[in-house]
């Protein structure tokens, strides 16, 4: 069975993209097949793993603006290779802008990406959706099709804060349109040299006890380097910190999904 992560924050700046592009490529490392899926109309995700030139291609906006099922985009013309080995991606598009304008005025919209994933994914063990930062119908439409969310949250106050309503719009879709819906908090961006972020790292293990990672992603400079590069941060500097921390997430996620089968 594929399973669909959605990783997801309201808030922009706090690693959603570093985070898609990491553990995927940390699970592709594994041999297992995974897709990315580039949700934001910046394109983040498609220019950190050297895209930016691919952007005329066609994209999870063509999708969308196709009927499940249908034969009009093929796999083949909506999915492309990244430099790792089977890690592949969805490029993202600047009309995701207008179509998550539109997408309410469709009934049951919300099903939609998980329709169309059901039909071009066929094949992949992970799909990991890179969502938008917002709470918006694009975001909703993730959530609905997810096995499980990933919130990356920085441990600072407001960061912290934010995430209140990102856990009351996950409980809003686990009510309402995936009852299957489980979410886990992944700490990053710590600098444990901070007084700030150690007391709120620990508010947040207290809060959240049971919904959040026990590894944590330190700062790191080379994952901003990696962007540059169009490479994962695995893959630009397999051996730096920030790398061995999201194997160990990768590793502690599979821990994770391999305990909650049957619940």
Not at 11 to 17: A, D, E, I, S, Y
Not at 18 to 29: D, F, P, Q, V, Y
Not at 124 to 138: F, H, R, T
Not at 257 to 263: E, M, N, P, Y
Request: aromatic residues 4%; contains cysteine; charged residues 20%.
């Amino acid at each position: 069975m594929t399973q669909i992560i959605a990783i997801s924050n309201q808030k922009g700046g706090v690693g959603k993209t570093t985070t898609c592009a990491s553990l995927g490529a940390c699970l592709a490392e594994k041999d297992a097949r995974v897709l990315l899926v580039d949700l934001d109309s910046q394109a983040s995700l498609s220019v950190a793993l050297g895209k930016a030139g691919s952007l005329s291609e066609l994209s999870i906006a063509d999708l969308l603006d196709t009927a499940p099922g249908s034969d009009e985009i093929s796999p083949a013309e909506i999915i492309h290779p990244t430099s790792l080995t089977g890690l592949d991606i969805i490029l993202g598009d600047p009309r995701l802008a207008v179509v998550e304008h539109l997408l309410p005025a469709q009934n049951g919209y919300e099903y939609l990406l998980k329709n169309h994933l059901e039909h071009i994914a066929q094949g992949y063990d992970y799909v990991l959706l890179d969502c938008s930062p917002s709470l918006g119908p694009l975001t909703i439409m993730a959530l609905t099709c997810a096995n499980q969310v990933i919130v990356p949250v920085q441990p600072d106050f407001l960061a912290a804060w934010g995430i209140m309503r990102l856990l009351e719009t996950i409980e809003a879709v686990h009510e309402r349109t995936n009852p299957h819906l489980r979410h886990r908090i992944l700490p990053l961006m710590y600098d444990q040299r901070n007084t700030i972020n150690r007391e709120m790292l620990k508010r947040m293990q207290e809060n959240f006890a049971g919904n959040i990672f026990k590894n944590v992603i330190g700062i790191d400079t080379r994952i901003r380097e990696c962007a540059v590069a169009g490479e994962p941060v695995t893959q630009y500097a397999p051996s730096t910190r920030a790398s061995k921390q999201y194997r160990q997430a990768a590793n502690e996620y599979l821990q994770w999904i391999a305990t909650s089968k049957g619940k």
